[in-house]
């Protein structure tokens, strides 16, 4: 129950990034749902007593916007796949994970990125991931998204998983009510931005002991952590790539950054990486998809258990 009802307030907010997006974000603007779809319905009122007239000019902006209205109930139908896709199973709720145990079967990997969103290298990495028709999994600082709005609705436009990386991104302990005032206040604003209801965090540093994945899980956050570390923020390019392809595995989480910083060789190295991936054999799923699969073999197992 509490899935679904997380999943009734994820569509009712998600659907105003969404379907703005859908009839605005070509031209680079996103208005709000209550605007869009109050100029279509306005439209559709003048529009539909017109229907039986025959003027060109009338069938033409009758087709047009019955367009905008098919396309969208076409987005919110994808709204409602993208949706369930981002669910966390219950049993990870509350908990912390650094990757997913799957079966021999299944050979998934799940690609994160730290720190945005950020001028220009989160663009870039946008870029890259769709060239791939890979969806990754986003964990934003909540200043940040602040100052970049547009490219924080631009990433959950492409259908990419978010989580909550704090809003000032700092190594220091956390009373209770510092740590909910990081967390807190991020997560708000993901959900004013993008509308997407925000289930998962990732402590600044992979640090657990500072106060603020306790507050996380008291709120039933999964904490995310990784399994491969590309050092991206130290290393060359080449050894950025070698870090990722040698601690690569089924279920996996890889860490990356796309902000906070010059990220450039992270930008060149990404390419060869998702290559090789999936060369060895790898698809690439985002952190809620990569839970989702370790849950369902769970469940068959307990199936077949029991009918053993």
Same mark, same amino acid.
């Given at each position: 129950?509490?899935?679904?009802?997380?999943?009734?307030?994820?569509?009712?907010?998600?659907?105003?990034?969404?379907?703005? #997006?859908?009839?605005?974000?070509?031209?680079?603007?996103?208005?709000?749902?209550?605007? %869009?779809?109050?100029?279509?319905?306005?439209?559709? #009122?003048?529009?539909?007593?017109? !229907?039986?007239?025959?003027?060109?000019?009338?069938?033409?902006?009758?087709?047009?916007?019955?367009?905008?209205?098919?396309?969208?109930?076409? &987005?919110?139908?994808?709204? =409602?796949? !993208?949706?369930?896709?981002?669910?966390?199973?219950?049993?990870?709720? +509350?908990?912390?994970?650094?990757?997913?145990?799957?079966?021999?079967?299944?050979?998934?990997? &799940?690609? $994160?990125?730290? *720190?945005?969103?950020?001028?220009?290298?989160?663009?870039?990495?946008?870029? @890259?991931?769709?060239?791939? *028709?890979?969806?990754? $999994?986003?964990?934003?600082?909540? %200043?940040?998204?602040?100052?970049?709005?547009?490219?924080?609705?631009?990433?959950?436009?492409?259908?990419?998983? /978010? +989580?909550?990386?704090?809003?000032?991104? !700092?190594?220091?302990?956390?009373?209770?009510?510092?740590?909910?005032?990081?967390?807190?206040?991020?997560?708000?604003? @993901?959900? =004013?931005?993008?509308?997407?209801?925000?289930?998962?965090?990732?402590?600044?540093?992979? /640090?657990?002991?500072?106060?603020?994945?306790?507050?996380?899980?008291?709120?039933?956050?999964?904490?995310?952590?990784?399994?491969?570390?590309?050092?991206?923020?130290?290393?060359?390019?080449?050894?950025? !790539?070698?870090?990722?392809?040698?601690?690569?595995?089924? +279920?996996?989480?890889?860490?990356?950054?796309?902000?906070?910083?010059? %990220?450039?060789?992270?930008?060149?190295?990404?390419?060869?990486?998702? &290559?090789?991936? %999936?060369?060895?054999?790898?698809?690439?799923?985002?952190?809620?998809?990569?839970?989702?699969?370790?849950?369902?073999?769970?469940?068959?197992?307990? /199936?077949?258990?029991? /009918? *053993?």
């Amino acid at each position: 129950m509490a899935d679904l009802n997380r999943l009734l307030r994820q569509r009712k907010t998600f659907t105003a990034a969404f379907v703005a #997006a859908a009839g605005s974000f070509v031209l680079g603007v996103m208005l709000p749902l209550n605007l %869009r779809l109050n100029h279509l319905v306005s439209l559709w #009122a003048v529009v539909q007593p017109q !229907k039986s007239a025959t003027s060109p000019e009338v069938l033409k902006v009758t087709a047009a916007v019955e367009k905008r209205v098919d396309e969208a109930q076409k &987005a919110i139908a994808l709204l =409602e796949e !993208k949706q369930f896709s981002f669910l966390i199973p219950s049993q990870f709720q +509350g908990t912390t994970v650094t990757q997913a145990k799957l079966g021999s079967k299944q050979k998934a990997i &799940a690609l $994160t990125f730290d *720190d945005g969103p950020w001028p220009e290298t989160t663009v870039q990495i946008l870029d @890259i991931l769709n060239k791939n *028709d890979i969806k990754a $999994t986003f964990f934003w600082v909540g %200043r940040y998204l602040k100052a970049f709005p547009e490219l924080g609705k631009r990433v959950a436009v492409a259908g990419h998983a /978010i +989580g909550n990386h704090t809003w000032n991104h !700092k190594y220091v302990k956390y009373s209770q009510d510092a740590a909910a005032k990081e967390i807190d206040r991020t997560s708000s604003l @993901i959900e =004013e931005v993008t509308g997407m209801d925000v289930s998962m965090f990732r402590p600044p540093g992979g /640090i657990l002991t500072n106060g603020l994945a306790a507050y996380a899980q008291q709120k039933k956050y999964t904490v995310v952590m990784w399994s491969a570390d590309s050092l991206d923020w130290r290393n060359s390019m080449q050894s950025l !790539k070698d870090n990722v392809l040698r601690q690569a595995s089924s +279920g996996g989480i890889v860490l990356m950054h796309d902000g906070g910083g010059n %990220r450039s060789k992270t930008v060149q190295a990404l390419p060869n990486i998702i &290559a090789e991936l %999936r060369k060895q054999g790898y698809k690439f799923v985002t952190v809620p998809e990569l839970l989702q699969m370790q849950d369902e073999e769970s469940k068959e197992q307990e /199936i077949a258990h029991t /009918i *053993d």
